[in-house]
């Protein structure tokens, strides 16, 4: 089944602790990307990658980082989460940037505390 | 910078009536995208329009573009309670990412 993953779904953490959310496709999509959905502010880009070792920052990227190592993942990771970063993030792809829809992984729930 | 906007944010309808949702943006696109979201689940695509006049229909929903108004509308026909969900625009301008509208939450009541 063509899907996009992300774990875990569910993530409870303290400030300052390091943590990956991991994303991964199995439609050998080029384009990837990541949202943060908050209240009234629809989805917002974080960091988005064209192709693999090829990334580059979406509208809100401070706080975060991001690896394109192989086609298929896109790890996110917060080296220094805080609690403005608690919100709902997903992972999305496409074949490639620019006329294609994005197909979008069930989302990460993450509260820092 | 590339704003979305959608209204209502709100919508209460009744079962059976018509009613339509707008999409404006700032900058000139011809790619713009409908999502879906039911609470607690991730985005479903409804709709893709790429090109100035574009319409597409998938049962009790339509979707049309005009790129020179710079609006989109999906349009609901005799709504029916399974249509209760968030809907969000989406629009495309530089072919790397998506600026999204804040959403539109849709309840449907019998």
């Known amino acids: 089944e063509a899907q996009v993953t992300q774990n875990p779904r569910y993530l409870i953490t303290v400030t300052g602790k390091k943590l990956t959310v991991t994303c991964s496709q199995n439609m050998n999509h080029e384009y990837m990307s990541w949202y943060r959905q908050d209240p009234g502010l629809g989805l917002r880009q974080i960091y988005y990658?064209?192709?693999?070792?090829?990334?580059d920052k979406g509208d809100v990227p401070e706080g975060y980082k991001v690896s394109r190592k192989e086609k298929r993942n896109f790890p996110l990771i917060l080296e220094s989460p805080s609690p403005n970063q608690t919100s709902l993030y997903f992972c999305?792809?496409?074949?490639?940037?620019?006329?294609?829809?994005?197909?979008f992984g069930p989302g990460t729930r993450l509260t820092v505390l | 910078e590339l704003k979305v906007e959608q209204n209502p944010l709100f919508l209460s309808m009744q079962e059976g009536k018509n009613y339509t949702i707008y999409c404006n943006y700032s900058t000139t696109s011809d790619r713009l995208y409908w999502y879906r979201q039911d609470p607690g689940k991730s985005l479903e695509s409804l709709f893709v329009l790429l090109s100035n006049g574009a319409v597409k229909q998938e049962g009790r929903l339509m979707a049309s573009l005009d790129t020179k108004a710079r609006l989109s509308t999906l349009h609901i026909t005799a709504a029916v309670h399974d249509l209760s969900a968030t809907y969000f625009c989406a629009v495309d301008i530089y072919g790397n990412k998506l600026v999204f509208g804040a959403g539109t939450i849709l309840r449907v009541k019998s």
């Open positions: 999305a792809s496409s074949p490639a940037a620019g006329y294609n829809e994005q197909f």
């Open positions: 990658s064209m192709n693999v070792e090829v990334t």
